[in-house]
């Protein structure tokens, strides 16, 4: 017998018959690895949501001093009953304000009254800072480039100023109530003054994005065929307590009660609608004046149209108009109930309707693409969060759960405050992403 060589470890049998059975394994797990385990294959069939979502590419980051935070302070709306999620929904002009600016920034207060704004502007932050708290900042919807900003001067003193950004000079400013809007077309700011004594009257007036402020004047309420103003409404400057006279801009006064809503869709339309009635104002020239009212409750569905329901002896009727004029038509007692009243909707024609937080409403909408990177957000930065609740006491009092997640699907991007920072991060791309865009296109 023929002894091995002191260099021949393994013989060449042996590494000959290992190598055919290792072939044999990777052709084995080429054949079957496209199948799913129930199937005898090797891999997963889809991995989860959560774990294909572990990534998110950071456009911008900030560094929170401690006691720093985007939350408003003092906030309040005469149609926003119930606190409001301050992420914010698709973040249309028609919802309540968020801190978190579009995809341009987010903004914050601070202790000792302090305040700032923060606008991501070439690749560094824009600062703009005030000596009071923020109770509700917005962007234009068209262009991004005006800064609404209402400011709380001490007990019951507001001020609300338009601002043009990136280069932070104050077009306008005036004493207001503690909140205003945009138009939803971008071209006019709507904001209000409380009368005195807390009572549900306000003076509303509105003031143009560009071109000269339009001159004072009070809206009178004499439009033949329609009802009188409520018992006490002023009608005639004089009638106005000091504040009052002094504000400025085409004004009207009207009672918004507990169950108010205001829609502004366009800068010479504004929807009213208080309890069981409505109106429809228009600006005509320099004056504020009724083009309708009368019974029932407006649940608007926007960007599209206005909704009316009105109680009978023969139940609900609802009806439907344009934004812009009266033009009411009648539904069909077979057509299915509209969801629960709620500034997060966005309206897709007749087929139905979704909120950011997923919600879906109509037969249109079955097969609209779930919302999924609000979990995955969760999920990867929730270590994050963790780490700064355990440096930071108020990062608990701030966020009990997690990490706070804005979705900015029209943009594509989100926010995320994890405690001690904030960060902007781009989504996933997505078929939910462009459908979303399209739905708003129309805003």
Not at 60 to 72: N, S
Not at 200 to 206: N, R
Request: proline share 8%; aromatic share 10%; glycine share 10%.
């Amino acid at each position: 017998m023929k002894r091995n060589e002191p260099n021949d470890v393994i013989p060449k049998r042996y590494l000959i018959a290992t190598l055919f059975i290792a072939a044999m394994l990777v052709l084995l797990a080429v054949v079957q690895a496209p199948r799913s385990r129930d199937k005898g294959g090797v891999a997963i069939t889809e991995a989860p949501a959560a774990l294909s979502l572990e990534s998110f590419e950071t456009l911008a980051e900030y560094r929170l001093l401690d006691g720093w935070a985007p939350r408003f302070q003092g906030t309040r709306d005469p149609d926003q009953a119930k606190p409001w999620p301050y992420a914010g929904g698709f973040e249309t002009p028609w919802e309540p304000a968020s801190p978190f600016l579009g995809d341009q920034g987010f903004a914050m207060n601070g202790p000792r009254g302090q305040s700032e704004i923060l606008m991501w502007r070439g690749l560094e932050w824009r600062r703009y800072r005030f000596d009071a708290p923020i109770c509700s900042a917005r962007l234009d919807p068209l262009r991004g480039n005006r800064l609404l900003v209402t400011l709380s001067l001490g007990k019951d003193r507001f001020e609300t100023r338009l601002m043009e950004v990136p280069e932070g000079r104050v077009l306008w400013s005036s004493d207001s109530g503690p909140w205003s809007r945009f138009s939803w077309d971008g071209k006019a700011a709507l904001f209000g003054l409380q009368a005195p004594g807390g009572e549900s009257g306000w003076l509303l007036t509105s003031l143009p994005l560009e071109g000269d402020a339009l001159p004072q004047t009070l809206a009178a309420w004499d439009e033949p065929g329609l009802p009188a103003p409520p018992k006490g409404t002023p009608t005639r400057a004089e009638q106005l307590w000091d504040d009052g006279q002094d504000f400025p801009g085409p004004r009207l006064f009207t009672q918004l009660g507990p169950n108010a809503r205001l829609w502004f869709p366009t800068r010479d339309r504004l929807w009213v609608s208080n309890g069981e009635t409505w109106a429809l104002w228009g600006l005509e020239g320099t004056v504020w004046r009724r083009l309708g009212a009368g019974v029932g409750a407006l649940e608007a569905h926007p960007p599209l149209r206005m909704g009316r329901v009105v109680s009978s002896k023969q139940g609900l009727e609802r009806s439907l108009s344009s934004l812009t004029d009266i033009d009411w038509k009648d539904l069909r007692e077979e057509d299915p109930p509209w969801p629960e009243m709620d500034a997060a909707w966005a309206w897709k024609g007749d087929d139905g309707a979704v909120t950011a937080w997923d919600s879906r409403w109509g037969k249109g909408m079955e097969g609209f693409p779930k919302e999924q990177q609000r979990q995955g957000l969760l999920t990867a930065y929730r270590s994050e969060w963790r780490a700064a609740s355990n440096l930071r006491v108020s990062v608990r009092g701030w966020l009990h759960d997690g990490p706070e997640i804005a979705l900015r699907e029209a943009s594509e991007v989100a926010w995320v405050w994890v405690g001690d920072r904030v960060l902007l991060v781009r989504l996933h791309p997505s078929e939910r992403l462009r459908k979303i865009r399209t739905l708003l296109k129309s805003r």
